[in-house]
């Protein structure tokens, strides 16, 4: 037998669901969603498909019947206007289709040919869903390595991060280190200068004391050819005895002497030194 294809293969919904889809295309007063239309028309289609008299269940058909509002009513005849084309064309590959088997006599290869290509749009569905579920997946799969290596990645910025962190923390344990060590030589400095102050202000003084004025009269020394120092005599002379005076004077004399080489002038020789 000839398998007859429809008109529209690609549309895989029946006359009351397409309907229903293209009427529920806006929103409405009456808010009836999708699911609600497509019952709707389904229950039209059904008692449109029997006959009253002879089926009692289309009394209860039409009780369960939802009631829509005028804008619901008027854009389910605007979709079955628009929607004519394609079920007079279904209409006529069917009636094709059964006058054709009709004419050959054979009764019993409609269902089965129908339920072959119910069968066969249920399959190549289930199959464009299953590839539509592989496709997706392997793209999940791809993300899932792209964001694996964007994490890996961002961990080894976290480690790379925290080994800087560590390494300035200690650089700043280090410079506090040497800031304290600073400080205490500033410290250290700070007590040398005063003490430098101190000893330069000790010296300042000394050398204005030192500036004053001396007597040079006590480290004059004048001979003559009697022989006297400073009108002293120190040797013995024939017209009297040396007295202690003159001892006592000459000895003086001799002391300073020393003492203004010695302090002053720190002389020093191969065989002795003055230490005043």
């Known amino acids: 037998y000839e398998f007859v294809h429809l008109s529209h293969p690609q549309q895989k919904l029946t006359v009351a669901d397409r309907v229903a889809k293209e009427a529920a295309g806006n929103a409405c007063r009456c808010k009836r969603s999708l699911p609600e239309l497509e019952d709707?028309?389904?229950?039209?289609?059904?008692?449109?498909?029997?006959?009253?008299?002879?089926?009692?269940?289309?009394?209860?058909?039409m009780a369960t019947t939802p009631t829509l509002c005028q804008s619901c009513v008027d854009k389910l005849e605007m979709a079955c206007d628009v929607s004519m084309d394609k079920i007079k064309s279904d209409i006529d590959v069917y009636n094709e289709f059964f006058m054709r088997f009709q004419h050959e006599g054979n009764s019993e290869v409609l269902p089965k040919e129908v339920n072959d290509d119910i069968e066969q749009e249920e399959i190549q569905n289930r199959d464009a869903i299953a590839k539509s579920y592989v496709e997706e997946l392997h793209n999940l799969i791809r993300a899932l390595a792209v964001h694996?290596?964007?994490?890996?990645y961002l961990n080894n910025l976290i480690l790379e991060q925290e080994s800087r962190t560590q390494v300035i923390c200690q650089l700043n344990e280090n410079v506090y280190t040497e800031m304290n060590s600073l400080e205490i030589d500033s410290n250290n400095l700070q007590y040398d200068l005063e003490n430098c102050a101190r000893k330069l202000s000790l010296a300042l003084d000394e050398v204005e004391h030192s500036n004053e004025n001396v007597h040079l009269s006590?480290?004059?020394?004048?001979?003559?050819?009697?022989?006297?120092?400073?009108?002293?005599?120190?040797?013995?002379?024939?017209?009297?005895?040396?007295?202690?005076?003159?001892?006592?004077?000459?000895?003086a004399e001799a002391v300073k002497l020393l003492l203004f080489c010695g302090g002053t002038l720190e002389f020093t020789s191969a065989q002795f030194r003055v230490a005043p």
């Open 40 to 61: 709707y028309m389904q229950s039209i289609v059904d008692v449109v498909a029997y006959d009253s008299s002879c089926d009692p269940e289309v009394s209860s058909i």
């Open 148 to 152: 694996s290596e964007e994490l890996s």
């Open 218 to 251: 006590l480290f004059e020394i004048v001979m003559d050819e009697r022989p006297l120092i400073n009108g002293l005599r120190l040797a013995h002379r024939p017209k009297g005895n040396l007295k202690w005076q003159e001892i006592n004077a000459a000895w």
